[in-house]
């Protein structure tokens, strides 16, 4: 198996280093990841500014870009074979709920399935690597079970997998989740900069609103691993024929 793997940490972040060190024992790994941390990214692309790819001692490639930079760069040139399969991660902290739409993480594993590579982004509940090696551990093992199960042929997929910070032997079973919801973030938060103007930084993201049975966060609450089967298309299909009938009303000079 060959596999690309990416992340929006960073090159030097420990996920990725861990991951790498777990996938490896089993696959052929390529690494090419962001020079900095890029989280929060989701599916950026550079376009107006040049890319360098650099090679570091332990031979992982890194890129002056974003996530999906990196994904789209491998694929569309810098690699000479196409991987069987696109990771990302680990990263350092959740992407459950409406994260999924900001994430780096997310976003590097969607660009390949975007390519029509099956695709998985790994996610760390806890921020600051706590059992990294146990989560890499289990990422791998998900990773050599669905490759040996499904690379074969089908249609691309996109899973994304949020990893409790548990020793290994406490880790529950994977459960397959719909996305949660969470409040809308904190407050912006303002401060001086040194030269009298207002900073802003963007404030944290809220707490999770809908944690309910059958969510990303309810499963990871429980211990268990939770693996989210994404898509795409962002189509409201069930607004289709409302939209279609109300545009006609409102064509036909109608008041609603
Ligand atoms: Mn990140």
Same mark, same amino acid.
């Given at each position: 198996m060959k596999i690309l793997l990416c992340n929006d &940490?960073?090159?030097?972040a420990q996920g990725i280093v861990a991951l790498h060190d777990a996938l490896r024992t089993f696959a052929e790994v390529e690494v090419v990841a962001p020079e900095h941390n890029n989280s929060a990214k989701s599916n950026a692309l550079t376009l107006h500014s040049p890319l360098y790819v650099h090679r570091a001692a332990n031979g992982f490639r890194y890129v002056n870009g974003t996530p999906a930079d990196c994904v789209h760069i491998a694929l569309t040139g810098l690699l000479d074979y196409r991987p069987d399969l696109v990771v990302s991660g680990i990263n350092n902290g959740a992407n459950m709920g409406d994260d999924t739409i900001y994430s780096g993480t997310v976003g590097a594993a969607m660009e390949g399935y975007l390519f029509g590579i099956p695709a998985i982004a790994f996610s760390q509940i &806890?921020? #600051?690597?706590?059992h990294i090696d146990a989560c890499a551990a289990v990422a791998a093992d998900l990773v050599r079970r669905i490759g040996a199960h499904q $690379?074969? #042929?089908?249609r691309p997929w996109l899973l994304n997998v949020n990893i409790p910070n548990l020793p290994v032997d406490q880790v529950k079973p994977p459960k397959v989740c719909r996305l949660g919801r969470r409040h809308a973030a904190e407050k912006v938060i303002t401060m001086p900069s040194p030269r009298g103007d207002t900073m802003y930084w963007i404030g944290g993201a809220g707490a999770a609103l809908d944690a309910s049975e059958g969510t990303d966060f309810h499963a990871t609450a429980q211990g268990h691993v939770a693996i989210t089967p994404l898509k795409v &298309? $962002?189509?409201d299909h069930d607004a289709l024929a409302y939209w279609a009938q109300g545009l006609n009303h409102m064509l036909a000079g109608g008041q609603g």
């Open positions: &940490d960073g090159f030097q &806890d921020k #600051g690597w706590a $690379l074969e #042929g089908g &298309d $962002l189509t």
